[in-house]
């Protein structure tokens, strides 16, 4: 059974720092794209980055280009999402999503599977 678990998500204040971390269990990292995903109360999700099955494609949202940083483990079964110099407006619950892409995509509609989200709150 595919499934994935976040975690990482908090409270902090502007100009701070998280990590968030997206555990895979029951299939190969290596075979799956996995995107970071946000949705904010009224709004719609938003991809915010995405790493290729092998890694050799990542890209990130206009908003968060410069500031976040995805990565992945294969030994560890994990994806991170490095999130620096958080702003208020980065406030959202974040999701991690695979799918057995060859590419990596920011669009929601692509990934079949979702962990459950984890709450990430920017404020002083």
């Known amino acids: 059974q595919l499934q994935l678990v976040e975690s990482g998500g908090g409270l902090v204040q502007p100009g701070g720092s998280l990590r968030l971390s997206c555990v895979a269990s029951?299939?190969?990292?290596?075979?799956?794209?996995i995107g970071w995903f946000r949705q904010a109360p009224g709004n719609v999700r938003e991809g915010v980055s995405c790493?290729?099955?092998?890694?050799?494609?990542?890209n990130y949202a206009d908003s968060v280009k410069g500031r976040f940083t995805i990565s992945k483990d294969n030994a560890k079964h994990t994806v991170y999402l490095q999130m620096n110099s958080l702003k208020p407006e980065d406030t959202a619950v974040y999701y991690c999503?695979?799918?057995?892409?060859?590419?990596?995509?920011?669009?929601?509609?692509?990934?079949?599977?979702w962990g459950q989200g984890t709450q990430v709150t920017v404020s002083s």
């Open positions: 999503a695979a799918e057995g892409l060859p590419y990596c995509s920011g669009s929601y509609h692509l990934y079949a599977y």
């Open positions: 029951g299939f190969n990292l290596d075979h799956y794209a």
């Open positions: 790493i290729s099955s092998l890694g050799g494609a990542i």
